[in-house]
């Protein structure tokens, strides 16, 4: 029953932590767009950041009560689960055509950050601030890269929507994610129209909900990992990750279900970016994240041979196939399988 409660804790607080994210983005990019912040800024940088404002939140917490697993593994195992699980089910579901040029820009953007990430782990095991600074500074790159891309598609001159009702932002977050369609000019037509109040309204929930949702999920994984005598990072690598991975899902089912299903990719690599970017980056200037051998041995060379198949299946053929998709989520369930058998135990004291 305590276990039962424990799970239940974190599902609640995974919801809360997604709805308060819709509400703070909401009221950001509305508050943004009546400081006169140019689209191309609002849509390049604080929606793509809102995209895994989940897993920051969970990992920043994490991070400030000193649980080192909970901060690496729920990022870690977000972007594992973002390529094997959520994009290998969307391509069996609906194998998707692959835009090259887009796809290899982003997709080795996304190997490169994974092998920073990686340098870093094994030059400092022990965990050293310089791989936070480090990781932002991929940040910055990555969002500066976005905001060039989407600068020619701008039209000079070009009127900013009014009243447009509320705002689109699944539609916005998609645009955002994928690579292959940053356009300024669609951007501006789903600028915002809230009212005063519900900005206020929204902005003080989702800030409230934010802060809320991600201590009841640390809280809850922490003691579900006590009372199931289970490791902390084997918690956060699968049911923490699963959980604050529900936007990229959402986001990725309803691109294949409106048929557009190239945004299924660049979601997925914008979000693993981040993961590792901005998340881990902030994570690690917060507290120094050591390295254990579980993530140096098994985790980070898992994440790094999806990946690598990402980029080898866009690169090798004009589409992404069923059988690709397969082999992505088979290699999720291996991971799983290893995670549950020989690192399910929590580490000797």
């Not at 955002?176 to 356009?183: H, K, N, R």
Request: net charge neutral; with cysteine.
């Amino acid at each position: 029953m305590q276990i039962l409660l424990y799970v239940l804790g974190i599902g609640l607080g995974v919801v809360l932590l997604v709805k308060s994210a819709d509400w703070f983005t909401d009221a950001s990019v509305s508050i943004a767009y009546r400081l006169n912040v140019p689209d191309i800024v609002i849509g390049a940088t604080l929606v793509s950041l809102a995209t895994t404002l989940p897993e920051f939140a969970v990992s920043v917490t994490a991070a400030l009560n000193r649980q080192v697993e909970m901060a690496v593994g729920n990022a870690v195992g977000s972007t594992i689960a973002n390529i094997g699980l959520i994009l290998g089910l969307c391509i069996v579901l609906a194998p998707m055509g692959v835009a090259r040029k887009g796809f290899l820009r982003s997709s080795l953007g996304l190997f490169f950050v994974c092998l920073v990430f990686t340098c870093m782990g094994y030059a400092f095991p022990e965990g050293t601030r310089w791989a936070g600074v480090a990781m932002l500074v991929c940040l910055a790159v990555y969002l500066a890269a976005n905001i060039r891309s989407a600068m020619p598609a701008r039209r000079p001159g070009a009127p900013r929507a009014q009243d447009v009702g509320e705002p689109a932002r699944e539609a916005l977050l998609e645009e955002l994610a994928s690579e292959t369609s940053v356009d300024g000019a669609q951007r501006v037509e789903l600028a915002t129209g809230l009212t005063t109040g519900r900005i206020i309204a929204y902005f003080l929930l989702g800030t409230v909900g934010v802060i809320a949702g991600s201590p009841l999920v640390v809280y809850c994984a922490e003691h579900l990992a006590l009372a199931a005598g289970i490791s902390k990072q084997v918690i956060a690598l699968t049911l923490v990750a699963l959980g604050t991975s529900t936007p990229e899902l959402v986001i990725s089912l309803a691109a294949i279900a409106k048929k557009q299903r190239g945004l299924s990719i660049g979601n997925i690599i914008g979000a693993n970016i981040l993961n590792l970017a901005w998340v881990l980056g902030v994570s690690s200037l917060i507290m120094v994240v050591p390295f254990d051998a579980q993530s140096l041995h098994f985790d980070i060379p898992v994440m790094l041979l999806l990946t690598g198949l990402l980029l080898v299946f866009g690169f090798t053929g004009k589409k992404l196939s069923r059988w690709e998709g397969i082999v992505l989520l088979w290699v999720y369930a291996a991971y799983l399988t290893v995670l549950f058998t020989v690192y399910r135990a929590p580490a000797a004291a």
